[in-house]
């Protein structure tokens, strides 16, 4: 079963505003990280965070790693039409199957300009 | 710099025929995975390799196999195809497993 879990599935906002997506994971993990999809490509790696970070920025990407609710957040801040894409994260167990990475179901967003 | 390579863009085959799908990289990675993506349900393992001459089953590696006898290459074969197994498949690697995986740009196949 996947491991990870994004919510919202879907999220569609005006150009300028705020988007944050969700990850939740079933199992410790060693490190998360945030990746993105633009239609008809593959997945470009956005930001880890590893399990003894809380939070971690790149440029207008603010990621925050809860471990005690095994939940993180994407904070994409002042949204451009170009962001527009899927968002997914990806988890890597700390113990067994710890040489797997997997993903979760993705957030779809479209920023509308 | 190439990075990851996938080949074929696009396929399409019938009900029982066998393909292998092929995934190079330049970067001397060790890591290499190969995933597929369905609508609704993200992207899901099928195999992958922490380095040449070992490899290692994923979430769904029924109907799958893979070979890594090179660093570079990592194949994926379909044995037999099924309808089921119509998909974007995407190969990904990495120095190791904890580090940022790079992703080809998929093969989509189609299977009648």
């Known amino acids: 079963s996947q491991q990870g879990e994004e919510d919202p599935q879907a999220l569609s906002i005006q150009e300028g505003e705020n988007a944050t997506m969700n990850c939740s994971y079933k199992?410790?993990?060693?490190?998360l990280q945030w990746y993105r999809q633009n239609s008809g490509r593959g997945l470009v790696h956005l930001i880890l965070?590893?399990?003894?970070?809380r939070e971690k920025h790149s440029g207008r990407l603010r990621v925050t790693l809860d471990t005690s609710k095994k939940s993180s957040s994407l904070l994409i801040t002042a949204s451009r039409a170009a962001d527009t894409a899927s968002y997914f994260c990806?988890?890597?167990?700390?113990?067994?199957?710890?040489?797997?990475?997997?993903f979760g179901i993705g957030t779809k967003l479209q920023v509308i300009p | 710099n190439a990075g990851v390579t996938q080949t074929p863009k696009f396929q399409v085959l019938k009900t029982g025929q066998s393909m292998t799908l092929q995934c190079a990289q330049d970067?001397?990675?060790?890591?290499m995975s190969w995933y597929r993506q369905d609508p609704g349900m993200g992207l899901r393992l099928i195999h992958y390799?922490?380095?040449?001459?070992?490899?290692d089953q994923g979430e769904v590696p029924n109907g799958y196999n893979v070979s890594r006898s090179t660093t570079e290459d990592f194949p994926l074969r379909l044995l037999s195809a099924a309808p089921s197994q119509t998909s974007v498949y995407f190969c990904?690697?990495?120095?190791?497993?904890?580090?940022?995986?790079?992703f080809g740009d998929g093969t989509r196949l189609s299977i009648l």
């Open positions: 990806a988890t890597r167990a700390s113990s067994g199957g710890y040489q797997k990475v997997t």
């Open positions: 390799s922490v380095g040449a001459g070992i490899t």
């Open positions: 965070i590893r399990s003894n970070e």
């Open positions: 970067m001397n990675h060790e890591y």
């Open positions: 990904a690697s990495s120095p190791r497993v904890w580090q940022p995986q790079h």
């Open positions: 199992t410790s993990i060693n490190n």
